[in-house]
């Protein structure tokens, strides 16, 4: 039997996520992939896994899974309050399941998203180059109950006396207030000077608009700005609306757009940006 | 022959974007798509480009001389274009325009002041370049439409518009390849499949390539659904 393993409870909003989709932008294919790239990384150097192995990205409250077959696994980015059986999984720290074992991640605290991954990687199809579930390009929009999830072949072991250390572990944030730099978009010009001192250094918040398309921001910035002929837009490229809302592109966001781009995100920022949810607030800083 | 001004700035970490000096017009997306491929030929980059853009993908990496890349993006723009025909596919789209498929056709047909048979007569009868796919996945940006037909987007966006559908929103007529939300009113609906995520080539349009629309029936319309599902 090839290993896999089977949802008991999907989560909040699970989905399998890689690096992404390279080169369809020019088709209107959105870039998708692990919104914490920093988490990903991590993750699959722990277990060995090629750079870019797919593995469950987890949102606000993670899935119950059982193991089909003996799985290293780990779990990486935000503390997910995991338990293997019973016994309670640390993050960072892989983790030998024996099959029919049941995984139970709950409520994910200091940040809005965890990485589940296992050696070997998830193995699906490839859809336009990438594992990355995006509805409805790809068939599956996110983990339901019932599914069964194969594996690709590990080489966990193959070098045992590899040691990883670091100093934090992902996008997820400690301090009180992050910072999240930024460079100045291509319409950052045509605001006036008052407007650009209100982008710099001045708090931000997340509204209750927030995935993995796009995370909407409290704060008002009233302009009179025109809006442009339809132009490429990036994840981490900050959209200005009539309306003075702010709206900061994430992974699954469109590859072009219509409203002034006054700012965009320096690109390692994004995974502090990744772990943010409704009412997280950060420092906007203007390099 | 023509040549035109414009700006290099870089967009986040590792991307250029070229900003042309001129509005958009169909000598501009001739030329797009010949620097376009000249871009992506040299740079080994993915290029996207929309009315009067160019963004060179993931072109910077940690040991990339910026000035030197400028100097040299800039020299390949800057050489003249001698033949600025692109030969584009002309794509011909059956459409039905039937309200059985068009929860606002009678609407639309009311506010520009038309009749059904006036609208689609009008639709059918021009040619429409296409400037850059974008939105959605396989979704055509298109140009041309005819000013009578010209309606202001809804003021509230309908939740799911249909895959296939064809609709206007402001100055533009465009298709949706798949379900999706939307402020644009359709007027018809095609049982062509336009984007196919599992097929080598999975868009059928292309930037370059030209769509015109002609009317079909409800029964033509079912027999095309028909004989792409086998």
Not at chain 1, 34 to 47: E, G, R, S, T, V
Not at chain 1, 61 to 82: E, K, Q, W, Y
Not at chain 1, 183 to 204: A, I, W
Request: glycine content about 8%; aromatic content about 8%.
């Amino acid at each position: 039997m090839k290993p896999s393993i089977s949802i008991l409870h999907p989560g909040f909003y699970t989905t399998v996520q890689d690096n992404g989709r390279e080169g369809y932008a020019l088709l209107g294919v959105p870039q998708s992939g692990a919104m914490d790239k920093h988490a990903f990384m991590i993750a699959n150097a722990i277990l060995n896994n090629t750079p870019g192995a797919a593995m469950l990205e987890c949102t606000l409250l993670g899935p119950t899974i059982v193991f089909n077959h003996d799985i290293n696994f780990v779990i990486t980015g935000s503390n997910a309050g995991a338990t293997l059986d019973g016994a309670q999984v640390m993050e960072g720290v892989p983790v030998l399941a024996k099959a029919k074992q049941v995984l139970k991640m709950s409520k994910i605290s200091g940040g809005s998203r965890s990485y589940l991954a296992f050696a070997g990687g998830l193995y699906s199809q490839n859809i336009l180059g990438s594992k990355s579930w995006y509805y409805p390009l790809t068939p599956q929009g996110k983990l339901s109950v019932g599914m069964e999830l194969p594996l690709g072949i590990s080489r966990y072991g193959a070098s045992k006396n590899a040691h990883l250390k670091m100093q934090s572990q992902s996008g997820v944030i400690n301090s009180s207030m992050a910072t999240i730099k930024v460079y100045r978009g291509p319409e950052f010009s045509k605001l006036t000077y008052n407007q650009q001192q209100q982008l710099s250094n001045h708090v931000f918040t997340v509204s209750n608009l927030w995935n993995r398309m796009a995370i909407q921001l409290v704060e008002i910035l009233p302009n009179a700005l025109k809006s442009i002929y339809t132009s490429p837009v990036i994840p981490g490229t900050v959209q200005l609306t009539p309306s003075g809302k702010l709206i900061i592109l994430m992974n699954d966001c469109q590859t072009t757009g219509g409203y002034p781009r006054v700012l965009q995100v320096v690109d390692s920022d994004l995974n502090k940006l990744a772990q943010m949810q409704q009412g997280s607030q950060f420092l906007l800083c203007v390099t | 022959m023509c040549q035109y001004d414009f700006h290099i700035c870089r967009l986040g970490d590792y991307s250029l974007l070229i900003q042309i000096d001129s509005t958009p017009s169909k000598d501009l997306l001739n030329w797009l798509l010949i620097k376009k491929g000249d871009l992506s030929k040299l740079f080994n980059a993915e290029v996207v480009h929309t009315y009067n853009e160019l963004l060179l993908k993931d072109c910077i990496s940690i040991t990339t001389n910026i000035d030197s890349l400028i100097n040299q993006v800039s020299a390949l723009l800057n050489v003249r274009v001698s033949n600025n025909d692109c030969n584009g596919v002309v794509h011909q789209i059956p459409v039905c325009y039937s309200s059985l498929y068009t929860p606002d056709l009678e609407e639309y047909a009311l506010q520009v002041k038309r009749t059904i048979p006036e609208i689609i007569k009008i639709h059918t009868n021009r040619e429409y370049p296409i400037y850059f796919l974008g939105f959605l996945p396989g979704f055509p940006y298109l140009e041309n439409l005819d000013a009578r037909l010209h309606l202001d987007r809804k003021s509230v966006p309908s939740r799911s518009i249909a895959r296939g559908s064809v609709a206007i929103g402001g100055t533009q007529t465009g298709i949706y390849p798949q379900d999706s939300p939307g402020g644009w009113h359709v007027i018809g609906r095609t049982p062509i499949s336009l984007f196919d995520a599992t097929k080598a080539k999975p868009s059928l349009f292309n930037a370059g390539d030209t769509i015109t629309f002609y009317a079909i029936n409800e029964r033509e319309y079912e027999k095309i659904a028909m004989s792409n599902n086998l």
